[in-house]
């Protein structure tokens, strides 16, 4: 039988990040404002090393390439997700994903980006940016042109808990005082569209008005979603979404549980507590990969947990 993967997260610093991957998670991370840990991930941007185990050391993409049985001989050429954790102690900048025709055709030949987020905590008062109010294409060019954003921006409050889809075209920003488990498609493509005049090492970040404008869907609908919650033995199962890209579960377990064996991977998120997998100690902030048709992972004790899986 196979091992769990282990992975090793890495950080990336941000203008709009913080401490709290350090105070929450107790990570030991890098100085400055961090915004993000890519937790499980294989995009160049951020590889995680496997940290445990025969493939110790060895890349995730290198583990993708050379045991596709790992992952229950799933297709594609990258491997597809890439789970972070974001601490965003200030405003992110207000911004929108293309789809994977338009990055495949503008980018390189990069997959597009539909994301999710998991609200691990914010602070009091919290709201963030999902959407926005013009009525047709036509008002969205109009709006982004005369820096029209508190009209053109449509916030709504966050609380701890709380699940969001954002799929490409989707004006979204999280804004300051949110600690957020994020499940995405593995790309690093985001168009920013407006950053609050904010500067940078003296210079303002830079912005992609032209392909924010294409990529744009209008109106607004909020993403269709299929969450529910039931008892199941030994947890407590909320399931948030399957959509084309993966589907995303939340085990809040009590005791001991097994999760069934899957045709192809899970990839696993400690949210909070302890317990053990399959005799082997986990805590909040670790991160593992579940292989495919692995019987019978036995979860004990008292902790959280989400879980992904690629929807192929
Ligand atoms: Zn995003």
Not at 71 to 80: A, H, L, S, T
Not at 217 to 239: R, S, W
């Amino acid at each position: 039988m196979s091992d769990l993967i282990k992975l090793t997260p890495i950080f990336h610093e941000k203008i709009w990040g913080g401490r709290q991957l350090e105070t929450v998670f107790g990570y030991d991370i890098p100085e400055g404002p961090i915004g993000e840990c890519w937790a499980i991930s294989a995009h160049p941007n951020g590889d995680c090393q496997i940290a445990e185990g025969p493939y110790a050391g060895h890349t995730l993409s290198w583990l993708w390439a050379e045991h596709r049985e790992l992952f229950g001989n799933c297709e594609g050429k990258e491997f597809p997700l890439l789970i972070k954790i974001l601490d965003a102690k200030d405003d992110l900048s207000i911004q929108i994903h293309p789809n994977d025709e338009y990055a495949a055709k503008h980018e390189n030949g990069s997959l597009g980006k539909t994301e999710c987020w998991y609200v691990l905590d914010c602070e009091p008062g919290t709201e963030i940016v999902i959407g926005h109010n013009a009525k047709d294409k036509a008002e969205v060019e109009k709006m982004i042109r005369n820096h029209e954003w508190s009209d053109f921006i449509r916030k709504v409050p966050v609380h701890k808990g709380d699940f969001f889809q954002i799929n490409p075209g989707c004006v979204h920003a999280i804004k300051g005082g949110t600690l957020i488990l994020e499940t995405q498609q593995s790309s690093d493509i985001t168009y920013r569209v407006y950053d609050y005049d904010r500067l940078q090492n003296g210079k303002p970040r830079q912005l992609h008005v032209e392909q924010s404008i294409d990529v744009i869907e209008a109106p607004f609908k909020p993403a269709d979603i299929d969450t529910f919650t039931e008892e199941i033995p030994g947890a407590v199962h909320t399931h948030f979404v399957t959509c084309k890209f993966y589907s995303v579960d939340k085990y809040d377990i009590d005791g001991v549980f097994t999760l069934d064996a899957k045709k192809y991977y899970t990839n696993v998120s400690v949210i909070a507590g302890e317990g053990t997998v399959n005799g082997i100690p986990v805590k909040k902030g670790t991160h593992f990969i579940i292989p495919a048709n692995f019987n019978g992972c036995r979860f004990e004790g008292k902790l959280s947990v989400i879980c992904s899986n690629p929807e192929a």
